[in-house]
């Protein structure tokens, strides 16, 4: 029941329209019987401070923080997580009493994707990313933070692979990162040498679900870990691709749920039960 003790908690990004954040949550805080309510807010181009104030005057607890405000955020707020700081992302704010302070929830929401969901251990393995935008620099930190032997970048654009190989080499001064063009004669041994591939381009997503990024399936094998971060469809063309080689495969649901866990405790102290939002997702067309 919402009366005048309810706290808000919300979205902001633009689109907003496609986001399953406002049902998983709401579903969580009512089974959890707590007074908060979740709304979604699409904030235009350019109104991003005017959003900011408006958390503060409304006394706002918290805000998941989408695409395209990651970045630019960060300089509106009071305090960043050092999480946050090395990813230069900021995915959810907490508002104490006025202070905001910006967290990046999506770090923790790969790893254990990669490390509970698929049981995989990133220490000492060779990872391939493709892609090299917002998604790609939280992936790299992730895999840079849990112990990593090398890292290989595969992107479409060369000058943005290097920005993300020279961003994270200067972070974690221990690890050389090398990247490589999108194209097959590039990407075949470095992916043959892999033991775990992420891909973080929206390639293969709904509606354009024929494709894939990696367009010579023969570089996969069996001993290869493939994850897509496109959930939409559950199997991407990569992922049967992996699936026809024996190589295991996972998409990005199990990102999605576990940085809004992570969202949603640092908000409320409570957390989510991770199979009800699992059975919430399922329901829902495509899943
Ligand atoms: P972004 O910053 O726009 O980066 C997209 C990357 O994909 C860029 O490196 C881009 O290459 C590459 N790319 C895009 N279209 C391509 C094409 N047709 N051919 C080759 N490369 C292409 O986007 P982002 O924020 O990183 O998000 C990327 C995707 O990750 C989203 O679409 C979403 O599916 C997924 N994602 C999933 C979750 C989750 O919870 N599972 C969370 C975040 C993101 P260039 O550098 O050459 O432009």
């Not at 699409?42 to 005057?57: N, Q, T």
């Not at 993300?164 to 097959?184: H, M, P, Q, R, W």
Request: aromatic residues 6%.
């Amino acid at each position: 029941m919402v009366n005048t003790k309810t706290t808000l908690l919300g979205l902001i990004g633009y689109p907003i329209g496609h986001s399953y954040s406002p049902l998983l949550h709401n579903s969580a805080l009512r089974r959890l019987g707590l007074n908060y309510v979740y709304l979604a807010f699409s904030v235009k181009p350019g109104e991003l401070a005017d959003a900011v104030a408006g958390i503060r005057s409304l006394n706002i607890r918290g805000v998941n923080v989408t695409i395209p405000y990651k970045e630019e955020i960060i300089s509106l707020l009071d305090k960043i997580d050092p999480l946050a700081e090395r990813v230069g992302a900021v995915n959810t704010i907490v508002n104490d009493e006025g202070i905001l302070k910006g967290y990046n929830t999506d770090v923790i929401g790969i790893k254990r994707m990669i490390e509970e969901d698929a049981g995989f251990m990133i220490e000492e393995k060779n990872v391939v990313i493709v892609g090299a935008g917002g998604a790609a620099r939280a992936v790299g930190v992730a895999v840079c933070e849990s112990g990593a032997a090398g890292i290989t970048i595969i992107n479409r654009t060369h000058k943005k692979a290097k920005l993300l190989a020279d961003f994270l080499e200067k972070t974690y001064s221990n690890l050389s990162i090398g990247y490589v063009e999108l194209s097959v004669d590039q990407y075949y041994n470095v992916i043959k040498e892999a033991d775990l591939l992420i891909d973080t381009t929206p390639i293969g997503m709904a509606p354009e679900i024929k494709v894939s990024p990696v367009i010579e399936p023969q570089a996969l094998h069996r001993d290869l870990l493939v994850i897509d971060l496109v959930y939409n469809p559950a199997e991407t063309v990569l992922l049967k691709a992996a699936r026809d080689v024996n190589a295991s495969g996972l998409n990005g649901e199990g990102m999605l749920l576990y940085q809004g866990i992570e969202s949603f405790k640092l908000w409320t102290g409570h957390e989510p039960e991770v199979t009800k939002w699992k059975e919430i997702l399922k329901k829902r067309k495509n899943f």
